[in-house]
């Protein structure tokens, strides 16, 4: 199983872009997807989180501007990112919770896809 993001990139301030994270190989089901970033010198944060009945939650500072999605039948996750702000600065991490096929539920693992830069400039 792997997890790929991509969409990132540079940005004027009060733009937009859309991350994308599929999941691949063979998955017997998703719960939890999430958004982390990571801005230079500061920890890891989770940006916006959906579970698999599409119940989302986003981190204060994004409330509003981003819009966190999913496509259960495409195992993907989606990040609308809208009105950008120069502190949106960061390399952005998708994660989910996923049940490979050679697991049973409740059973899952944690999988991270790889970064995708997002650099929003003033």
């Known amino acids: 199983v792997q997890l790929q993001a991509s969409g990132g990139g540079l940005v004027q301030a009060g733009g937009s872009l859309r991350l994308s994270c599929g999941a691949s190989?063979?998955?017997?089901?998703?719960?939890?997807m999430r958004w982390y970033r990571q801005a230079p010198g500061k920890e890891r944060e989770m940006v916006a989180s959906?579970?698999?009945?599409?119940?989302?939650w986003y981190r204060a500072s994004v409330k509003g501007r981003f819009t966190i999605s999913r496509d259960n039948a495409k195992n993907t996750t989606y990040l609308q990112m809208s009105n950008l702000k120069p502190e949106d600065t960061a390399i952005y991490y998708c994660?989910?919770?996923?049940?490979?096929?050679?697991?049973?539920?409740?059973?899952?693992?944690?999988?991270w896809g790889q970064g995708t830069l997002v650099t929003v400039s003033s």
């Open positions: 994660h989910a919770q996923i049940t490979p096929a050679s697991m049973t539920y409740p059973q899952f693992e944690d999988y």
């Open positions: 959906i579970t698999s009945d599409d119940s989302a």
């Open positions: 190989g063979m998955i017997r089901g998703i719960y939890v």
